[in-house]
C-alpha cells in the first residue's frame, strides 16, 4: 500500500498513484530518468510530456518529479487525471436521511453510483463528497446509471464493514417500481428465478438456461395505465441487469430501457428519456443500533426527463 497522498482530492477523488519497481540486483533498471519510467508505464489516456512540464506528478514529500530526475526504484508518484467536461446530470440529489454514520439519497436517472469511464465528476460519490464536504463518503450499493432512487451511503471508513455486510447478506430489503407494458397475466404474484451472467466487455447481461439459479426477483402488479402498469419488484439478488432483464423475459420490458429488448445505442449523454425504473423504498435493521429503518423515494413514476 501506498504511503498517504501529498495532494489533496480533487472533484471528491484521490490522486492516482504509481509506484517504479523493487531495485533487482540481477538486472539493472532500464530506465535512467523517472520521466522515462513514466512514459514507459503510467496509462496512455495521462499526457505524460505535459504534465511532466506542469509539475503535476510529485513524490510522496509533494516535489514536483522532474523530467531529468535521476530513476529511483519503489519510488511513489502521485497524480490527478484530467477530466473531459462532462455535462450535468439534470435533476437533484434528493438527501432523504442524514445521521452520524449513514446517509440516504435519491439519486435521478443518468448519474452513476461511483466514477466509471467517462462519468467522474457527474457520479453521486463524487458530487456528494464534494457538496457536503465528507471526503470518506462511500456508497454501500449501487444502482444502474439509467436507474433512478434510494441509494445507502456510510459516512466514514468506520462504518463501511457493518452496512456493506447488511448488503452482502441481503438482509436490507430493496423494493422497486418500473412502469412497464400491462399483462395481464401478471396480475397474479409472479417470482422469477434464473442464471444471469454479466457479458464482459458489453455493458450488458444474459439470462443463461439450464444454469443454476442465482437471480430471484418477486413480481407484483400494483397499478394498470392503460396499456402500462406499475410493477413492484422485490429483488433477493443483486446481478447486473436483474430486473430490467425479469421483465422483459416476462414481456414487459421497461419502459425507455435503451438496452432491453433492443440496444438503441444511446449516446451516454443523451438524458432525454429516463428509464422507468425507480429504487423507491430501502428497510433495513440497523447494524449499529438495532433500529428499524425505512425508506421512500420523494419520486414517482413516471420519471421526467428533468430528473424528477
Known amino acids: 500500500m501506498p504511503p498517504r497522498s501529498p495532494l489533496p482530492l480533487r472533484h471528491g477523488l484521490s490522486a492516482a498513484w504509481v509506484c517504479t519497481p523493487h531495485r533487482d540486483p540481477e538486472r539493472p533498471a532500464p530506465w535512467t530518468t523517472m520521466g522515462a519510467w513514466l512514459r514507459d508505464h503510467v496509462d496512455a489516456r495521462v499526457e505524460v510530456e505535459p504534465m511532466l512540464a506542469a509539475g503535476r506528478f510529485v513524490y510522496a514529500d509533494a516535489r514536483p518529479v522532474a523530467d531529468a530526475d535521476p530513476y529511483r526504484p519503489h519510488t511513489f508518484v502521485w497524480f490527478h487525471r484530467d477530466l473531459r467536461d462532462e455535462p450535468v446530470v439534470p435533476g437533484p440529489l434528493t438527501l432523504v436521511h442524514r445521521d ?27 458530487r456528494l463528497r464534494d457538496e457536503l464536504g465528507l471526503p470518506d463518503l462511500t456508497p454501500m450499493h449501487r444502482l444502474d446509471r439509467v436507474t433512478s432512487g434510494l441509494v445507502l451511503c456510510a459516512v466514514g471508513k468506520q462504518w463501511r464493514g457493518a452496512y456493506q455486510a447488511m448488503f452482502a447478506q441481503g438482509t436490507a430489503r430493496k423494493t422497486y417500481r418500473a412502469l412497464a407494458p400491462y399483462r395481464a397475466e401478471l396480475e397474479e404474484p409472479r417470482t422469477v428465478r434464473d442464471h444471469i451472467a454479466a457479458i464482459p466487455g458489453t455493458g450488458r447481461a444474459e439470462i443463461v438456461a439450464g444454469a443454476p439459479v442465482n437471480a430471484e426477483t418477486l ?34 420490458p421497461i419502459v425507455d430501457d435503451p438496452i432491453y429488448p433492443v440496444d438503441l445505442e444511446v449516446d451516454v449523454d443523451d438524458f432525454t428519456r429516463p428509464l422507468q425504473l425507480l429504487a423507491s423504498e430501502l428497510e433495513y435493521v440497523d447494524p449499529v443500533d438495532g433500529v428499524v ?3 421512500a423515494s420523494p419520486r414517482g413514476l413516471p420519471l421526467s426527463a428533468l430528473g424528477r
Open 100 to 126: 452520524e454514520r449513514v446517509l440516504v439519497v435519491d439519486k435521478p436517472a443518468f448519474l452513476s453510483t461511483v466514477p466509471r469511464g467517462r462519468h467522474v465528476t457527474q457520479s453521486l460519490v463524487v
Open 219 to 252: 413480481v407484483e402488479l400494483e397499478e394498470r395505465r392503460g396499456d402500462l402498469a406499475v410493477y413492484r419488484l422485490t429483488p433477493r439478488t443483486g446481478r447486473t441487469h436483474q430486473l430490467r432483464l425479469h421483465l422483459r423475459d416476462l414481456g414487459a
Open 293 to 295: 429503518r425505512r425508506f
